[in-house]
């Protein structure tokens, strides 16, 4: 199994983002993945959650982005997004995705994501 990370990039603080991470090799259904999320890390600090998608669908968000970020699941697709709007010089960061599926843990491999005030 592997996640693939994608959609970061430069923007300008106040812009939009939507990053997506996409599942492969899965035996079985993308819903079997009893948990994913969406994490950041900068150079020096522990890599930090930035929401979670758990079970059924509850979802939590660190607060830094409430009302700006939306983590969303499409099983169909194999895929997780995060939508990132009014984007912060603060969220410069390189984005990674989750995934845990029954026993295993899955991190995609990371995406940059730069924004310039």
């Known amino acids: 199994v592997q996640l693939q990370a994608s959609g970061g990039g430069l923007v300008q603080a106040g812009g939009s983002l939507r990053l997506s991470c996409t599942a492969s090799?899965?035996?079985?259904?993308?819903?079997?993945?009893?948990?994913m999320g969406w994490y950041r890390q900068v150079p020096g600090k522990q890599r930090e959650l930035v929401a979670e998608?758990?079970?059924?669908?509850?979802?939590n968000y660190a607060d830094s982005v409430k009302g700006r970020f939306t983590i969303s699941r499409e099983n169909a697709k194999s895929t997780i997004y995060l939508q990132m709007n009014s984007l912060k010089p603060e969220d410069t960061a390189v984005y990674y995705c989750?995934?845990?599926?029954?026993?295993?843990?899955?991190w995609g491999q990371g995406t940059q994501v730069t924004v310039s005030s």
């Open positions: 998608i758990i079970g059924g669908g509850l979802i």
């Open positions: 989750k995934g845990e599926l029954r026993a295993s843990v899955y």
């Open positions: 090799g899965l035996i079985g259904g993308f819903g079997g993945f009893n948990y």
